[in-house]
């Protein structure tokens, strides 16, 4: 009883606090595909530590059956045939199939706490993967801010040198008409006179 005690506890308080962390990560993850594996990840996790505490409870049940078995089983007037070697040899037996699935269970546990830290290292990898995709969307969104910026100021510039060439032409046309009209007007008055 004492293992199987120390291997549901080693249970909980290996594979929950890993079940959180995982629902954490679930939350930071924004990518489909990812979020979808690490879902899934989860839910075998869980599945595989729904397992493990099932076989705890069911080889707990098993002793304690077997402990009620032996209770009743020592009320009971001993038969002709069952001596204390037979009793002893079959609680030895039930024993040893406990110690076994307790180490079936650990074996799991190991296997699954090795699973989980696989994961849990794909998950960083990924989130760091995101950190640097964040920081070069970041990084694109200052310089589109200073493209911006530039091309403002080249339309800007664009637009008053538009509207000096304008001015100009139209100071220039304003000339070449003062002239023709100086030539055309100016010498028809200077010859009548």
Request: proline share 2%; aromatic share 4%; hydrophobic share 40%.
């Amino acid at each position: 009883m004492k293992t199987l005690d120390k291997v549901e506890a080693e249970v909980k308080g290996v594979l929950d606090p890993r079940l959180r962390q995982y629902q954490m990560n679930l939350l930071s993850i924004s990518d489909e595909k990812e979020e979808a594996a690490g879902k899934k990840a989860y839910e075998e996790f869980a599945k595989r530590k729904e397992d493990a505490m099932a076989e705890v409870a069911k080889r707990r049940n098993e002793l304690t059956g077997v402990n009620s078995a032996a209770a009743e089983e020592s009320k009971k007037p001993k038969g002709p045939g069952a001596t204390l070697q037979q009793i002893d040899a079959h609680g030895t037996d039930v024993q040893n199939k406990s110690v076994d699935a307790a180490l079936r269970i650990q074996r799991t546990l190991a296997e699954d706490k090795k699973t989980a830290d696989n994961i849990i290292v794909k998950i960083e990898e990924n989130t760091e993967k995101l950190l640097v995709i964040e920081d070069a969307r970041e990084q694109m969104d200052s310089t589109m801010g200073r493209v911006k910026k530039h091309i403002n100021f080249f339309m800007r510039s664009l637009a008053s040198d538009k509207l000096m060439m304008c001015l100009i032409f139209t100071a220039l046309i304003g000339i070449v008409v003062a002239v023709v009209c100086y030539f055309i007007f100016g010498s028809s008055s200077s010859s009548s006179d």
